[in-house]
């Protein structure tokens, strides 16, 4: 997940760069599952979407980058920010999630999916992965501390936004070996056990 900033309707220039942003992830991910990550290198990315190197470098900064990169982030801040303030924090997510995830197209859950198993999968992105999870529980841990009137750094709300990451890891990273499963359903069934308490 990115940056907890405010979540406004973009405009021309935002698009332009959100559909300039997305062409090189596609590109890049089309180009690692056909002749791997390690073979891929950012000028053929570049070439395949159409734009320079530099131009690859100032929406990604490295090529691991392209991979970590959600673009679904804005749009579950959003729904999340929208969900009624007195609703608890674990439904109130779990609503937000539910409500991105059924805005994406089949082909967009799968290249959600196909960047899910080169994180988890190549081992020069395993770190890129675990940063990536650190900055995710940041964030949600910023957001909560907006909704509920409580510093960013406090101790329980921290704990409570790495149990909510440990959930959504613990649902996908099956899937990284068996893709048959329905990612938002492992989420949301994994959502529905931190609601009822974890009861074992």
């Known amino acids: 997940m990115s940056e907890s900033s405010a979540v406004d309707k973009p405009g021309l220039r935002e698009r332009k760069k959100a559909k300039t942003r997305a062409a090189i992830q596609e590109h890049a991910l089309r ?5 791997g990550y390690d073979a891929t290198t950012v000028e053929q990315i570049a070439e395949a979407a159409e734009v320079s190197p530099s ?18 982030d804005p749009a579950v801040i959003a729904a999340w920010r929208s969900q009624p303030p007195d609703m608890k924090p674990v439904p109130a997510i779990r609503k937000a999630m539910l ?18 198993r080169l994180l988890f999968s190549v081992p020069e992105l395993r770190q890129a992965a675990i940063n990536e999870l650190i900055r995710s529980g940041r964030m949600v841990a910023d957001e909560l501390a907006v909704r509920m009137g409580r510093p960013a750094n406090d ?11 440990g959930a959504i890891l613990a649902a996908v990273v099956p899937l990284v070996e068996d893709d ?3 990612m938002m359903a492992l989420i ?13």
């Not at 131009?55 to 679904?72: I, N, S």
């Not at 931190?194 to 009861?199: A, I």
Request: aromatic share 16%; glycine share 8%; no cysteine.
């Open 31 to 35: 180009l690692f599952r056909e002749q």
């Open 55 to 72: 131009t690859f470098f100032r929406y990604f900064p490295t090529k691991e980058d392209v991979v970590t990169y959600d673009a679904l």
């Open 99 to 116: 409500e991105a995830f059924e805005s994406l197209s089949p082909d967009q859950v799968e290249e959600l999916m196909g960047r899910g």
């Open 155 to 165: 101790f329980e709300l921290r704990v409570f936004a790495g149990a909510l990451m």
């Open 180 to 182: 048959s499963g329905d």
């Open 188 to 200: 949301d069934r994994a959502f529905a056990f931190l609601e009822k308490g974890m009861p074992l």
